[in-house]
């Protein structure tokens, strides 16, 4: 029988909810493009319940100890005295979020002989050090599109958030004030307005669909150009490099990997190459910035707002000077955690386990890492030597 060390975020301060705002959550048939829902033979949670903290549990007691697995559940995840640390040796699967990641790095990776699995609840595995998990022979999963509209959702408020001065103008209320002019001197349309993102995958593809109606020019880059079809339908201007991107567009939106070429690509200099008064939203990978040059960028005017949920290292330090930065609309790293994505990487997390405990194969799609090599959804979005970061952010 197997043990399996789930990584879970903490628990509401108020504690497990007994109730919820609603009563269900929308029912969906497939995913955009027609990829179907994860299809476990039976979930034991009500969609639209919190499973994502520790008392949810993904929903997964139930389902283990009834089959003799056991089950270890811990938000206590950093450091050598964590819970995580100390229950690592002798776990066979290994079961995080990218909200909450436990890195998987190689030194831990070399301290627990038993791990054979490793599940990201969510999208997003580059807590995980691909190269050593190659080397050991350790699949790693996760389930694909369980949470991309979710972020591009997330991703769209935040570039509204920005543009129209929301959470200052927001502030001014809940203070008792009724200060419009304060409230209106950063306040534009997005309309008319150009907007980019950086890879135009799920997330980003999503991003640009929903961004559409707002009446703005869209613009692109990636390096995998979209389908003419697409182009067309969405009206998009691709750009072959980030450069001449950044040189059009008043509002960016990221959604590329973490890899070596874009570990710390937004820095003084290229942000430099954006017009004055651009907005960045970023809800792909903390460390695309380089931390310092974004409140500098901040500060001086070059840029008008920076917005995203993503954050290194997770959860960030009380002083993290994004915390406290002029014009941001940083949110915890939630954009992937929804109750309605919780529902359904939580029924995807067991479809992995199902199949992995009846030696059946996962779906391709949600494959990163098998048979000694990058596989399925994994050897498109991510690259061996150097892959992963063990601080990197994921959805």
Same mark, same amino acid.
């Given at each position: 029988m197997?043990?399996?060390?789930?990584?879970?975020?903490? =628990?509401? @301060?108020?504690?497990? *909810?007994?109730?919820? %705002?609603?009563? &269900?959550?929308?029912?969906?048939?497939?995913?955009?493009?027609?990829?179907?829902?994860?299809?476990?033979?039976?979930?034991?949670?009500t969609p639209g319940e919190l499973l994502g903290s520790v008392s949810g549990e993904l929903g997964l007691r139930k389902f283990l100890e009834a089959a003799g697995h056991e089950l270890v559940v811990t938000s206590d995840k950093d450091g050598e005295?964590?819970?995580?640390?100390?229950?690592?040796?002798?776990? =066979?699967? @290994?079961?995080?979020? *990218?909200?909450?990641? %436990?890195?998987? &790095?190689?030194e831990r990776i070399a301290k627990a002989p038993n791990l054979k699995?490793?599940?990201?609840?969510?999208?997003?595995?580059?807590?995980?050090?691909?190269?050593?998990?190659?080397?050991?022979?350790i699949t790693v999963a996760e389930e694909t599109y369980s949470n991309s509209?979710?972020?591009?959702?997330?991703?769209?408020?935040?570039?509204?958030?920005?543009?129209?001065?929301?959470?200052?103008?927001?502030?001014?209320?809940?203070?008792?004030?009724w200060n419009i002019a304060d409230a209106v001197e950063r306040s534009y349309d997005l309309e008319g307005m150009n907007c980019g993102v950086i890879a135009a995958g799920r997330i980003g593809l999503a991003v640009l669909r929903r961004l559409k109606p707002f009446g703005v020019n869209l613009h692109y880059s990636d390096k995998r150009r979209l389908p003419a079809e697409v182009e067309e339908e969405l009206g998009l201007t691709y750009h072959e490099d980030v450069p001449?991107?950044?040189?059009?567009?008043?509002?960016?939106?990221?959604h590329a990997p973490l890899q070596p070429e874009t570990y710390h690509m937004f820095n003084d200099e290229l942000i430099g190459q954006m017009k004055r008064g651009s907005y960045i939203v970023n809800t792909a990978r903390a460390?695309?910035?380089?931390?310092?040059?974004?409140?500098?960028?901040?500060e001086t005017g070059q840029l008008a707002g920076y917005a995203g949920d993503v954050w290194y290292p997770q959860p960030p330090a009380?002083?993290?000077?994004?915390?406290?930065?002029?014009?941001?609309?940083?949110?915890?790293h939630m954009s992937g955690s929804s109750l309605s994505a919780q529902a359904r990487y939580a029924a995807g997390t067991r479809e992995i386990l199902e199949a992995w405990f009846a030696q059946?194969?996962?779906?391709?799609?949600?494959?990163?890492?098998?048979?000694?090599?990058?596989?399925?959804?994994?050897?498109?979005?991510?690259?061996?030597?150097?892959?992963?970061?063990?601080?990197s952010s994921g959805h």
């Open positions: 197997a043990k399996v060390l789930c990584v879970l975020y903490p =628990d509401p @301060v108020t504690g497990y *909810p007994p109730v919820y %705002a609603r009563d &269900s959550i929308p029912t969906l048939t497939e995913y955009p493009g027609g990829m179907s829902l994860p299809s476990p033979s039976a979930i034991d949670f005295d964590s819970e995580f640390e100390r229950e690592l040796p002798t776990a =066979d699967i @290994v079961i995080s979020q *990218p909200f909450w990641p %436990a890195y998987l &790095s190689a699995l490793a599940i990201t609840a969510g999208i997003g595995s580059d807590h995980v050090d691909l190269d050593a998990a190659i080397a050991r022979g509209i979710s972020v591009s959702e997330h991703a769209v408020m935040q570039i509204l958030a920005l543009v129209r001065n929301y959470l200052p103008a927001h502030d001014w209320v809940k203070n008792g004030g001449s991107l950044l040189k059009v567009v008043d509002v960016l939106s990221i460390e695309i910035m380089e931390r310092d040059a974004v409140v500098r960028a901040l009380a002083d993290h000077p994004w915390r406290t930065m002029p014009h941001e609309g940083m949110t915890p059946t194969p996962i779906r391709e799609e949600y494959l990163i890492v098998d048979g000694g090599k990058l596989a399925g959804a994994g050897a498109v979005a991510y690259t061996t030597g150097g892959t992963s970061s063990p601080g």
